[in-house]
């Protein structure tokens, strides 16, 4: 059947001369793979520009039940992203973001708040003038409520939060694997921050930096089933 869908783009893998599989995740669908042919060559309606990762897409596909690749009849651009592609900040967290995506959500199937999500992270990050220092931990503290393991209990004083257990635990219990008293504040602010106003929840950079590297083992115990991120190395190169 012929269908339409908007879709975010996450990667991209050649296929023999000039294809490509580019695996997206589909506001209808979930995540998809889809094959286009004479992307490499310039041949083919579809440009590389167009697929970039996380570029955002409207479909029109021929939706085969039972198939692992999906052919695409029309693919439109919308909105076309203005900085995220070509500043090498944001381009770093998207990179980052997209392979997060790529190694945690899997499913098959219609999950419409979890695309809003992706999709307004997307735009706001493209739009954003005044630093994107925060967005890779904010993207991974929020990206957890839809995976299954966001934090649970309420942080307070004399409470950190336990990678293993997933709670903000009292620090008394002295479990393995708690945050810092400071890291765990700063969790609470961010899972407690909106989109708007994340630029001015100020966290230094050697906070964030540690935030984000337990944040990753959280991930790692309840999210990744054994894979390895690897983009998050350049991150710490290029964020402020």
């Known amino acids: 059947m012929i269908a339409k869908t908007r879709a975010l783009v996450v990667r991209n893998i050649n296929f023999k001369d000039n294809s490509v599989i580019s695996h997206m995740y589909t506001r209808e669908f979930g995540s998809q793979s889809f094959m286009l042919h004479g992307v490499r060559n310039q041949k083919g309606n579809v440009r590389p520009s167009h697929i970039m990762p996380l ?72 739009l954003e003038t005044e630093g994107v220092g925060n967005y890779p931990i904010y993207f991974l503290a929020h990206l957890s409520r839809f995976l ?49 106003s994340l630029t001015d929840l100020r966290i230094s950079k050697s906070m964030r930096t540690d935030l984000l590297d337990n944040l990753l083992l959280y991930y790692e115990i309840h999210g990744l089933h054994g894979r390895k991120i690897k983009s998050h190395k350049i991150l710490r190169e290029v964020l402020r």
Not at 74 to 92: G, M, Q, W, Y
Not at 154 to 176: C, K, P, T, Y
Request: with cysteine; proline share 2%.
């Open 148 to 196: 299954g393991f966001y934090p649970k209990g309420q942080f307070a004083q004399n409470q950190v939060f336990n990678l293993n257990e997933g709670l903000f635990i009292d620090e008394g219990f002295g479990l393995s694997n708690s945050l810092s008293f400071e890291m765990s504040q700063c969790l609470w602010k961010l899972l407690n921050t909106t989109f708007e």
């Open 55 to 126: 570029s955002l897409v409207e479909l029109v596909i021929y939706k085969k039940e039972n198939s692992n690749i999906q052919q695409i009849k029309e693919l439109r651009c919308n909105p076309s992203l203005a900085t995220i592609h070509f500043d090498i900040v944001k381009n770093s967290v998207a990179l980052f973001v997209a392979e997060i995506i790529n190694s945690t959500i899997n499913e098959e199937e219609e999950n419409q708040d979890l695309f809003e999500f992706l999709e307004q992270f997307v735009q706001i990050l493209d």
